[in-house]
C-alpha cells in the first residue's frame, strides 16, 4: 500500500531517481564513467596538469557545441559551423597583419562578417523552406574554397602569420589566449569562457521566451507558426548564434596561436553535433539542454586526450575514440533505463 | 628499366606529334597530386609548377584529390581534354597504374613528381621527379639519431595518409629504432597542441619530436614547453613560423624536400618535350632532397620561405 | 449586439486550393461581435480550411476578407493573433515535447524582470495554467508533465483554455468538444456562452447537434467545399437544423436499430 | 453468445505507471464474443491506456491478462494482432506522409506475384481502399493522397475502415466517432452493431451517451485510473448509464442556461 | 467556369507541373541546369569521353547514395557507410594477398563482414532505441581505427597491394571493372551497377511490403509499430543493406585499383547524405526516392568533374562545388513553387 498523498494517482520517487531522468543529467553519467575510466589507469590523466589540458580541449569544442546545440533544438543543423571558425580566425588574421588594423578592429571585422553569414544562413534556410542540411553543406564548401582561395591571395600562402604583430595583441590576448592559475595549475581562460556560454544558453533556453521559442520551433514548426511564435525570426537568430560561437572559437584560435592554417575547422562541425546528441540532443529537434551539450563535448575531450595519457597504439587512436563514445552513451542509457523502471 | 624508358619514349612519340601540332604557343600541362586542398607541402609545388608555367609561358591546371580513384579520374579528365603533359604524383602507383598508361597510350607525355620512382618507367612516363617521402624520413631520423635523440614521436596529422605513414616508416629506418606515431587532427591545431602536450605529460621519456608539417611544428613547440619536456623539436617542410622557430632555437631542424623543384622542373621537362623530345637524365629519377635546414643555414632562405617557395 | 452592428469579420466568396485540390469556393459570411457562427458540414466539408483561412494559417486563394471592415490579408497567423483573433484548431497545434505551461503561453509569454534580465515568469504561467484547466474539470498532475504524455481530452483541454485566455475579439473553436467528457464539453459550451456575452464574435465548428444548437446565432452550411446557405437562427427552426446536420435524430431510429434483435 | 460464453479476453487487476505516473491500477474486466464492452469516464481517467495494454502497445505493470482463458504478454501490437485484435488508436496510428492506401493496409499488405518478384498489390489495394472509404460515407478524392493532407473526419475514417476490414476476432475503438459527422457516426455505430453479430469481441470507447447506450452491453467505468464497477447492461438503468456519464442530460438543463437572457 | 468533372473538387491540372511536383523528377531540373550550365561552357565535358568520366565519378557514388536513401527514408543516419567501403575493400585485399585466397573468396568474406556490421548497427539502434547517428558515429570511428590498425598489422604499411595477383582476379575484374563499348566510347561496367541498384531499389521501395514498411518506420515509428509493422526487422534490414551496397562498392574499388589504402572512403558517408538529400529524402525520415538519390550522385559528380573541365582555379573548387550545389537545389526549389502555384 503506498501512502495517502495529495494526488493519488501520483507515485513517490526518490530525488535520485528523478535526477536520473533528466537529459543533462543523464550525460553527466557518461562523462563520470570516462572520468572514471580513465582517471583510474591515468595518474597524469587524473593529476592538475591533465585535468587542465583535457579541459583545454573541451573547452573551444564546448562553445561551438552549446550553439550547435540550441540550433539543433531548434529544429536546424549548420555544417558550416566547423569552416566558419577557421573563416573568423583567418579573417581576423587577414585584417590584423595584410590590412594592417588594430586587433580589435580585426576582432569586430571578423564578428560583423560571422553574423552576416550567421544571417544568410538563416535567412535562406526560412526563404526557400530547403533542410538546413543542404543549404549549409553548400556555405560550408563555399566558405571553404574562400578560406583557402582569399588567404592565397592575400598571403600567397596557406597561412596567415604575424598576427602576434598586430597593435592592440596583448590587450586581445590577456582576453581570449591567457591563463588563469587555480590551486598552483595554469588554466586557459577558454574554459572560462566555454563556461559563461554554457551558462547564458542554458539561462536563455529555460527562462526566456526566446528560448521557449526555440523548443517550439524545434519541436513542430508549422503548430509553433500557428499558435503565434515568430518562427522565421527564431531560426534566424539561431544562426547568427551558432556564427558568433564560430567567432569567439576562430578569435581565440588567432589569438592563441597568432598564425591561422587556411583548413582551420573543416570537418568539426560533425564533432560539434557529436557532442549535442552525446548530451541528449534529439537530431529531430525540440529537445535537449545547453548544459549537457558542454557535458558531451567534455566527454568528448576527456576521451580523445584518455587514449593518449594511456599510450595506446596511436594507429588504434580512432577504434578507442568510438568505443570510448559508445561507452559514454551506452552506460548513460543504462543508468537511465533503470532509472526509469523504477518501482517494480 | 633502361629498355622500359626507351620503349616508353618511342612509343609516346608518335603521339607528341598530334599535340605539337596543336600548336608550339599554347601548351598546356595539367598537374594532378594526391594532396589535400590547403596542404602546405603541396601548396608549394602548386606554386612551383605556376611559376613555370608563367615563367615558360605555358598553361598550367593544378588539382589534387587524395583519393587514388578521384585521382585517376582526374587523370581521365585530363586526357579527354588532351592536354599537351601531365605530372602525377604517385603515392599509390598500382591504383594509377590504369589512369597513367592509358594517358601515354593516348600520346601525352606523363612526369611522375614526389614518390613512385620506382614505377615511374615501367608505367611510361619520361622522368621522375622527386624524393620519396621514405627517404626524406630517413634523413630526419638520421639527424635526430645524430643529435641523440632515442624515442622519437611521430606525429601523424591525417590519420592513413599513405605519403605521412611513409615519413615515419623512413624516420624510423634513419633513427635505428621505432618511432612512436601519435595521431592528430590538422584542422584543430589547438586539440593537436593539447593531445602533444598529453603525450609528452604521460611519457616524459620522450626525447625528439618529428613533426610532418610546419604548422603542427609550431604546436609542438608550445606543447613541449606547455609540458616542460625537453624534447628536439624537428618537422618536415618550412614556412615562416618554422623558420623564426629555428632561428630562436624551438625547432632544431626541418627536411626541406626542396618541393618547389617537384613542380618546377616538370614543366620544363615537358615543354622541353613536346618542342623538341628532350628527356631528362634518360628518364632517371631526378632528386630533389631531402636537405636539412637548420641554425647553420635558415637565414639564408628565410625570406623565400616566408614567400612561400621553399 | 444586435444583427445591425458592424461585422467583425466578414468573408466574401472565399475559396482555397491545395495544388489541383479545390477545398474551399465561393464562401461569404459574417462574424458579428456578441454572436456565435457555427459552421456545420460533412467531413472534408472544408470548415478546418476556412476557419484556416480566418486565422492565418492559409491565405486565400479568391476572394476579401474584412476585418471592420477594411480588407486585410494576414500573412502569418501572428497577425491574426495581434488582431485579437484566437483559435483552437482541429489538430490542436501542440508540441508534443513541451511542458503544459510552455503550450499554454507559447507565443504570448509573460515576462518579467528588466532590460537583459528580463525573463519568461514561470512561476505565473504555472500558476495560470493549472487554474484555467481545473476551472475547466481537468486536474493535471504537473503543469511540468510534456503534453504529448496527456490524454486526448486533456490536451484539447489545454488547447481551448488557452484560446480563450487569449482571445480578445473572435474566438474561433475548431471541433473543440470532440474528445472531452460530457462534464468539460459542458464547460466548454458555458465559455462559448460567455465569451458571447463578453462581446466576442466566436466562431464554432461541431458536429454534434446538441451543442451547436444551443449557442448558435448564425449557421452557415458547407458541403464538399462550397456554401449551401447562411442562416440565422431565426430563420431556422430547431428541426431544420437537425436536419441539416445530416439526420441528427435519425440517430434515435438508429439506436431501435442496433438493439440486437429481441430474444437473443 | 450469452454471458456464460468463455471470455475472448479477461482483464484481472491490470495496472500501468509511466515513471511516477500511475495511469492505471487494479482493473478488472471480460470481454465476450458478441459482445460490445464499453469503456466509459472522464478525460485522463485511463481508458486509452487500458486499450493500448489490450492491444499490445502497452505491458501491463501489474496483473495479468488472459486470451481465451490463457495468460499472455503481448510484446508488441503486431502479436495482438495476429491474435485477431484490430484497433482504432485515438491519435489514429497513421504516416502522415503516406498515401491513404499505403495506410490502410500497412502492416498487413496484400501480394501478388511469386518468388523475388511478388509485390505489393496495389491496385487491389487502392480499391478496397476506396470501396471500405466510400462504405462510410466518405468520398476521397485520390488513394494516392497523403494522409496528413485529410480532414480530421476522413483521417479518423480510414483508421476505422482498416480496423473492421482486419478485425477478426476482438475489435478495439477508441473514441472511433468524435471527428465524424452524424451521417458518419451512424455509420460506425451501425459497423459496431454488425461487428457483434458476427460474433466479435468488441470494445468500444466513446463521451457520448446516446453512442455508448444502443450499443453497450457492458459498461466499465473508470475514474483516475481506477475501476468504479464494471456493469453487464441489465444491471443498469439508461438513467443510471447517464449518470455514470456525469451528467449527460445536464446537457438539457444546459440547453436552457446558454440560450441568451430573454430580451437581448 | 471550369468544365464539368467527375469530381467537382479537383481542377485540372496540366502533366507537365503534375510531373514536376514529384520529388524525383524535382532533383531531375537539379541536374538537367548542372548540365546544361557545364555543357555550355566545355566541349570536352559534353563529349562522350567527358560523359563516361563523370558517370564514372556518379557510379560509385550512386550506389552507395541510393542504399543511403533507402536507410535514410527508413529514418536513420549511417556515418559508417563510407569507411564501410574502404573495411570491405580492405577485407578483399587482405583475404586475396595476405591469406592468399582466391579473390571470390575474398570477396565472399568481405560481404560476410559488411552483413555482420551492418547487422550490428541495426541491432544496436533497435535494442538501445539510441539515435543512429550516433552508435553509427561509434562504428564509423570504430572502423576507421580498425582499418589502419589491421592494414598496418597485416602489411606493415598503410596500403594492401598485389590483388591483381590473386587467383581468379581476371574473372573478377570482368564482373567488377571492365569496361563497355558504346557508341564507341568505353564506359565503366559500375555505371551498371549503379543503374541496376537504382531500379532495384526502386522496386523494393514502391512495389513491396518490405518498401512499406520502410516509409512508415520512417515517417511514424511509433504508429507504424501500431499497426503491426516489424519496424525493428526493417530498420536492421536497411543498415545491412547500406552495408551490402559498401561492400560492393569496396570490392568494386579493391579489384579495380588493385591496391587500397588504409584511409579508402573516409569522409564519404556525408556525401552520400547529399546526394540522397538532394535526391529529395527528408532529414527527418518517411520521405524521399531511390531515383533522387541516383540523380543526387548524378548533380554531385557532375558538378565535381565539371569544375575540373572548366579549368577553375583549384584553389577555389570548393566554393565552386558549394556554389553549384546551391544551384542545383536552388533551381529545383523554384520550379517547384512555380509548378505548385498552379492555375492561378
Ligand atoms: N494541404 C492539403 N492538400 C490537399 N488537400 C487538402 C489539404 N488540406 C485539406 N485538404 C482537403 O480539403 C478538404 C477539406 O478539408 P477540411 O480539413 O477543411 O475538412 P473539414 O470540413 O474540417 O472536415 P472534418 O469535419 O472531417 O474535420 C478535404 O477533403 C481534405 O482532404
Ligand atoms: N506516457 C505517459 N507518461 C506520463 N503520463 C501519461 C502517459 N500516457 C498517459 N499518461 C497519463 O495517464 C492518464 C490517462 O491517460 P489516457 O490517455 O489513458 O486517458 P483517457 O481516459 O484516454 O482520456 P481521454 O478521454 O481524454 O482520451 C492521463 O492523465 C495522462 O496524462
Ligand atoms: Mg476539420
Ligand atoms: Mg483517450
Redesign the interface.
Known sequence: MRPARA?E??AAVGLWRRLLVKPELGSLIGAVVILAFFSVQSSVFRSLSGVANWLDVASTLGIMAVAVALLMIGGHFDLSAGVMTGTTALTVGIVATELDQNIWVAIAASLVLALAIGFANGWLVTRTGLPSFIITLGTFLMLQGLNLGLTKLFTGTVIVRGIAEAPGFHSAQLVLASRVTLFGQEFRIAILWWLLATAVAS?VLL???F???V??TG??E?????????AARTTITLFMTTAAAAWLVGSITAVRLTSVQANTGTGQELIYIVAAVIGGCLLTG??GSAIGAALGALVFGMTQQGIVYLNWDADWFYFFLGAMLLLAVLSNRLVRRYAEAARR | STDDTGGSGSGSTSGSGSSAAAGDGDLSFAVITHGSAGDAFWDVVQKGAEAAGEDLGVGVDYQSDGDPQRQSQLIQAAVNQDVDGIVVSMANPDALQDSVEAAVSAGIPVVTINSGADRSAEFGAIGHVGQDETIAGQGAGQRLAQDGAKNVLCVVHEAGNIGLEQRCAGASQGLGSDVKLLQVDINDLQAAQSTITSQLQSDPSIDGVLTLNSAVASVAAAAASDAGSQAEIATFDLNGDVIAAIQDGSVAFAVDQQQYEQGYLPIVMLKLYAQNLNTVGGGQPVLTGPGIVDSANVDAIADLASAGTR | ?SEAGAPLLELRGIGK???????LDGISTTVRAGQVTCVL?????G??TLIKVL?G?HRP?RGELLLDGQPVAFG???EA??AGIA?V??????????AIW?NF?????P?TGWGPF???D?ATAKEVTRRELAAM???I??PD?PVG??????RQ?VAIA?AVHFGARVLILD?PT?????????VV??Y??QA??RGLGVVFIT????HA???GDRFLLLN??RSMGDFAKGELSREELTGM????D??TE???????PAG?
Do not use: C
Not at chain 3, 446536420?245 to 441528427?248: F, L, V, Y
Open positions: 494526488d494517482r501520483v539561462w527562462r526566456t521566451r528560448g521557449n521559442w523548443f517550439a519541436g513542430d508549422v503548430a509553433s507558426r500557428n499558435v503565434g511564435v515568430p525540440g529537445f | 449586439m486550393d491545395f495544388g489541383s485540390v479545390i477545398a458540414g460533412d467531413n472534408g466539408a470548415k478546418s486565422s494559417v486563394t502569418a497567423p501572428r493573433l495581434d483559435t484548431y482541429q489538430d490542436l497545434a501542440m508540441i508534443p515535447l513541451m510552455r503561453f507559447l507565443g504570448s509569454e515576462t528580463r525573463r519568461f514561470s474539470g481537468i486536474d498532475r504537473d508533465q504524455t496527456l490524454s486526448g481530452g486533456e483541454s488557452r471541433e470532440s474528445a472531452l467528457g460530457v462534464k468539460q464539453a459542458g459550451l458555458r462559448i456562452a458571447r456575452d458536429h454534434n447537434p446538441h444548437h444551443p449557442v464538399r467545399g446536420m445530416a439526420g441528427g435519425e440517430l438508429l439506436a431501435e436499430e442496433l438493439e440486437r437473443r
